[in-house]
């Protein structure tokens, strides 16, 4: 089990930005797939986005493609969700993932479903208002 510290949540209008981040333990992003998923209200958890262990794959879903990048910095251990034109829709408990027993070659993509990823967050609460 890795460890998995969010933060960065918080309040943003439509249409602005936020972003969040996930610091991990130590070398855990250069082995492992990581992701973030949300869980609106009275939803669902969902997939938002993954990167893979070498940074060289990354997936967005659909919702959120063109609007949401998931980085991430090896040295400070950290993943990041960048957050840009946020609707009402976007309003959820942002949760980071870790999966880290897949393997792949550097060019693998990460996976999307929420089985794959043993490890989690807390989660980190995002709210979005008119």
């Known amino acids: 089990q890795e460890q998995l510290v969010e933060a960065g949540g918080g309040l943003a209008q439509a249409g602005g930005s936020l972003r969040v981040s996930c610091v991990a333990s130590e070398r855990t992003l250069s082995r492992c797939d990581m992701a973030w998923f949300r869980q609106g209200p009275g939803k669902e958890r969902e997939f938002v986005a993954a990167?893979?262990?070498?940074?060289?794959?990354?997936k967005h879903a659909e919702a959120v493609k063109g609007r949401f990048t998931i980085s991430k910095d090896n040295a400070k251990n950290t993943v990041y969700l960048q957050m840009n034109s946020l609707k009402l829709d976007d309003t959820a408990v942002y949760y980071c993932?870790?999966?880290?027993?897949?393997?792949?070659?550097?060019?693998?993509?990460?996976?999307?479903?929420?089985?794959?990823?043993?490890?989690w967050g807390q989660g980190t609460q995002v709210t979005v208002s008119a």
């Open positions: 993932a870790a999966a880290c027993t897949r393997g792949g070659g550097i060019w693998s993509p990460p996976p999307r479903g929420a089985s794959e990823y043993t490890s």
């Open positions: 990167i893979n262990w070498s940074g060289g794959a990354t």
